[in-house]
């Protein structure tokens, strides 16, 4: 099975993008209802 990759070339908050693509939520900083968590998470969906 092929692994996937993610690039982050150029990407603010590159931590925060790769925990979610692993799903390590744990590692997270913030709270799911934290409205800064929000914004990025979105983003993350849209790209």
């Given amino acids: ?7 982050t070339d ?5 931590e925060f ?3 979610i693509f ?3 939520f ?3 900083e913030m709270k799911r209802d934290d409205m ?3 914004v990025i998470f ?3 969906l849209r790209a």
């Fill in 42 to 44: 979105d983003k993350y």
């Fill in 1 to 7: 099975m092929a692994e996937w990759e993610f690039k």
């Fill in 10 to 14: 150029g990407l603010y908050f590159v």
């Fill in 17 to 19: 993008y790769d925990y």
């Fill in 26 to 28: 744990e590692n997270l």
């Fill in 22 to 24: 692993r799903s390590h």
């Fill in 36 to 38: 800064f968590f929000l």
